[in-house]
């Protein structure tokens, strides 16, 4: 290209670039932004969130808006997306706030506790239940605006190399399971391990750690654990829904034109049934390619259940006592709780319970 | 500004300029769409996701594309909203498709079958599992586009004016229960009554019908069965998951530009979920007045459940062998039911149900 040539389509671009803010009330900036994402691109559904979001958000606003995901260590660590975003080095980020726990023990609300609150009542304690601007305030310390962007549905209860019938088994059980799950397996006497994703397979297989638990069939398929510890034990207790959240810096989100906030807001909400749907669709196949491979499945002993729960609840009461953003969330979380589940045992249960007893005797 | 300066500043705003598409495909043109619901304005959840959807809409386009709603007799009544699509008298609807079972049997599928799949499980077919596709090419037949937009969540068995044990306490009993499952309880013996929302309560009050089934506590505490039928029967075997869908005049859809349809098909997932989640909110605070306003809480005995389910299925096998497009759509469906029922024993049901029986023991 000749220098004049380049010359004047500056001048042009320029005015084109210039003119994009509202000249006409109906033009929209161009924007591109940059995601970061907790999850690597292997973890299919976890990653493929965040194309379908992208791809979403460009063909509402017609390209105008467009949102480049970088997988887990491409710009930064899984588990560092929470400081990316708050100091604007990405404007946005795709993570679960359960990780960021030791930052505010609150965010567990922003996912999900032991014995809290499956997908649908999560959904209805977000949505209509005060759910979302409880997490908004603590997220607004960290300078970010969240929205919920997906969610895995229960997840399984993890890969252990022998069985675990009593809670003695659990004694000194060297167990990879991170945050506030992990307190609460401490509390029962095993010994929680914090490890990353790609390093959990080797440390289980060389017998660094007993057990693992990641998520649930589609996943934990990938990772091959029924080679190297086959007792495959459900439900995950401590994750009855994990939901997964969309971060935003957020002087970005102040700045958004409206029309934009309204089309990442509905979008996320999309994403938010998107990937639990896919889990649910594709979690059946995997489980049974899993026991095909030589999983074991076990449900956890009753023994076991009761004492989970008998410390995650004392364990909250501590939480709220000591971290006052945990209390105040933690008595609304609690009563909407109380409520939703008394509803579910009519309404909901008794029809899936039926069901799923008729499939089973087929 | 020296010219290396401009140069180099010309290289950044022509970036920028690449990303942003010509000032004139920016403009989207201004639409406003009337919509025919099947609701009244009094049913405000059902209602209320009309409103949701507009504001949404609008918000996203700058208030550009908007869409004004009418209630069920304002424009054609509640189950006309089809032919008003179709004929294009209105450009989309809000209603249930099961209404327009006379129509085509297959339209069931796009809201739910008896002992079907339940709301996350209908999701999950939908958007994953080949649903969408399937029903829209039958909508297809009738000049119409089709999306999931709201869900009731498992539905109550309805009011009844005595108390239903066996099944020799069905036979005979008029019931209003419209539709595939008015079909089912025919088969046991009931006699089904198609009769509009605003005449259930009279007709029970005077004893032309002995039975009636609306949706939930939201709902059904706004019509005061608890008065005058005061057995109150759970679970709703025929609707586990009733979905709402949105219609939209098949030649509006496809002159659609292609951001307003992307707007629209995100608008409506997000609906979705947002109306399961308010009736999910809000049904526990409904049941527990009805009950202390008299209602009995009954659950559909174990004879009734299993012939019913019998029933149903033997209902589905005739349909499929009377129509192609049930028959077609049965084999897809009832495939992934088994696949998806299955998974949810293993990994929600167990966590589901020991957080109810912990939470039914306090």
Redesign the interface.
């Known amino acids: 290209m000749k220098?004049r040539a380049?010359?004047t389509?500056?001048a042009?671009?320029?005015f084109?670039?210039m003119?994009?803010r509202p000249?006409?009330?109906?033009?929209?900036p161009?924007l591109?932004w940059r995601l970061a994402s907790s999850f690597p691109k292997g973890l299919d559904t976890l990653w493929g969130a965040t194309q379908f979001i992208s791809k979403?958000v460009a063909?509402?606003?017609?390209?105008?808006f467009?949102i480049d995901a970088f997988a887990a260590g491409e710009i930064v660590g899984g588990a560092q997306v929470l400081d990316a975003v708050q100091s604007g080095s990405v404007e946005c980020g795709h993570t679960n706030s359960n990780f960021y726990f030791g930052k505010n023990p609150a965010f567990a609300f922003d996912t999900c506790l032991p014995?809290g609150m499956?997908?649908?009542?999560q959904?209805?304690?977000?949505?209509?239940?005060g759910g979302n601007e409880l997490i908004r305030e603590v997220a607004k310390k960290f300078n970010i605006h969240t929205m919920q962007a997906g969610n895995t549905?229960?997840?399984?209860g993890g890969w252990y190399r022998k069985e675990i019938n009593t809670l003695a088994d659990l004694k000194g059980l060297k167990m990879r399971i991170p945050g506030i799950a992990g307190q609460v397996m401490a509390r029962l006497g095993a010994v929680p391990q914090q490890i990353a994703g790609g390093d959990v397979y080797p440390a289980l297989e060389r017998g660094t750690i007993d057990a693992a638990e990641w998520v649930?069939?589609v996943d934990d398929e990938k990772l091959g654990f029924a080679r190297i510890a086959k007792y495959y034990y459900?439900?995950?207790?401590w994750e009855?829904g994990a939901q997964v959240s969309f971060y935003v810096n957020l002087e970005r989100w102040n700045a958004l034109?409206?029309?934009y906030?309204?089309?990442l807001e509905?979008?996320c909400?999309?994403t938010?049934?998107?990937m639990?749907?896919?889990y649910?669709?594709?979690?059946?196949?995997a489980?049974r390619r899993l026991v095909a491979g030589g999983a074991v499945?076990r449900?956890f002993s009753n023994e076991i259940?009761?004492a989970a729960?008998k410390e995650a609840f004392a364990l909250y009461g501590e939480l709220a006592q000591q971290h006052e953003d945990f209390g105040r969330i933690y008595k609304n979380w609690n009563e909407?709780r109380?409520?939703?589940?008394?509803?579910?045992?009519?309404?909901?249960?008794?029809?899936?319970?039926?069901?799923?007893a008729?499939?089973?005797r087929r």
């Open positions: 220098r380049l010359i389509a500056a042009t671009a320029g084109a670039a003119i994009t000249a006409i009330a109906q033009e929209q161009a591109r979403r063909d509402a606003t017609d390209g105008r467009r014995f499956n997908t649908r009542q959904n209805a304690w977000m949505v209509h239940g549905g229960a997840q399984m649930g069939p459900y439900p995950g207790w009855g034109p409206p029309a906030k309204a089309i509905t979008v909400a999309e938010n049934t998107w639990v749907a896919k649910d669709a594709g979690n059946g196949d489980l499945l449900p259940m009761e729960r909407f109380e409520k939703i589940v008394s509803w579910f045992r009519i309404g909901e249960l008794p029809f899936d319970y039926f069901v799923q008729q499939a089973a």
